[in-house]
């Protein structure tokens, strides 16, 4: 995984294979937004083997913190539920 971003704007790119950084089985990507979607309530976009999240520049500390803990959520779930974890 490698996370990227300037500002709030940040982008997660997901990788299959940490050494070789081959990008993970089609669907991935969508299913993590799907799952940060319908479980936490986060909005993302899903682009290419990536995820970009843009929250407001008023969030708070507390909405970031309960935003990134649901994107480690999905990831897991997601991760497990394809044999990846």
Request: charged content about 20%; hydrophobic content about 45%; proline content about 5%.
């Amino acid at each position: 995984m490698v996370v990227r971003g300037i500002g709030h704007w940040h982008a997660v790119e997901l990788t299959a294979d940490r050494h070789s950084k081959a990008p993970p089985a089609d669907g991935t990507v969508v299913a993590v937004v799907r799952h940060m979607r319908e479980e936490s309530g986060v909005l993302a976009c899903a682009i290419n083997h990536a995820f970009e999240m843009a929250p407001p520049l008023t969030a708070t500390q507390y909405q970031l913190d309960r935003a990134v803990q649901a994107t480690a959520r999905a990831v897991h779930e997601v991760a497990k539920a394809r044999g990846l974890a």
